[in-house]
Structures are given as structure tokens and as C-alpha cells.
């Protein structure tokens, strides 16, 4: 199971720290992403991680402001967003999936979704 938090609204230039909470004791073996759907569009990545965290991948749109990490020892993925631009304003998900990549049909477990909001 993954829960998200740490969503909010934010004005544009701020920042925001998205957690992502995971069960289980094998969350250390899945590599584990962010993706996010804006009102009227599809879901889209964001950010990845592999499994020990020593690889990353970013969409472009957000590379240089949005930076994902992960704490195996608390179960938790984190997605420091700074510099938030209007068009970040999105419903974001966390996954997880046993292979690192930046297809969400590689990722077979999601969470709830936090809604993030920045205004102009």
C-alpha cells in the first residue's frame, strides 16, 4: 500500500515535499515513481528512482527543480518539488514496480494521489 502526503497550495517560485509512505517489508527491491494528471489531461511522469537510489530519472519540464529521493530504512519516497510554475498543478501519484522506468505500465502499485496547487 502507498500513501502520499504533502501536498497543498503553494504561490508560483514556491516549494513543496511530496512523501510517499509504503507497507511492507520488500519496498526496498521496487523502484519507485512519481507521475501526475492535471485537470483535462492524461497522467504523466515526473520522476523515477531505482531501487537503491543511485539512478534517477526526470521529465523534462521539471529537471532542475524537482529532485526524487528515497529512505529504504522508513519505507519512503520523497519528491522535493522548488521553483513551482502554475502549469505543475496536478493530482500527484506515487508507484511502485520492479523495473525502473519512466513507462507507468511498468509500475503495478498506486497510491490515492495528493492534489498539488500553484497559483500566479
Not at 9 to 27: D, H
Not at 34 to 55: D, H, L, T
Not at 76 to 96: F, G, H, I, R
Request: a positive charge; glycine letters at 10%; aromatic letters at 12%.
Amino acid at each position: 500500500q502507498l500513501v502520499e502526503s504533502g501536498g497543498g497550495l503553494v504561490q508560483a517560485g514556491g516549494s513543496l515535499r511530496l512523501s510517499c509512505a509504503a507497507s511492507g517489508r520488500t519496498f526496498s527491491i521496487y523502484a519507485m515513481g512519481w507521475f501526475r494528471q492535471a485537470p483535462g489531461k492524461v497522467r504523466e511522469f515526473v520522476a523515477s528512482i531505482n531501487w537503491s537510489g543511485s539512478s534517477t530519472y526526470y521529465e523534462d519540464s521539471v529537471k532542475g527543480r524537482f529532485t526524487i529521493s528515497r529512505d529504504n530504512a522508513a519505507n519512503t519516497v520523497y519528491l522535493q518539488m522548488n521553483s513551482l510554475k502554475p502549469e505543475d498543478t496536478a493530482v500527484y501519484y506515487c508507484a511502485a514496480g520492479l523495473r525502473f522506468d519512466r513507462d507507468e505500465r511498468r509500475y503495478n502499485n498506486w497510491g490515492q494521489g495528493t492534489q498539488a496547487t500553484v497559483s500566479s
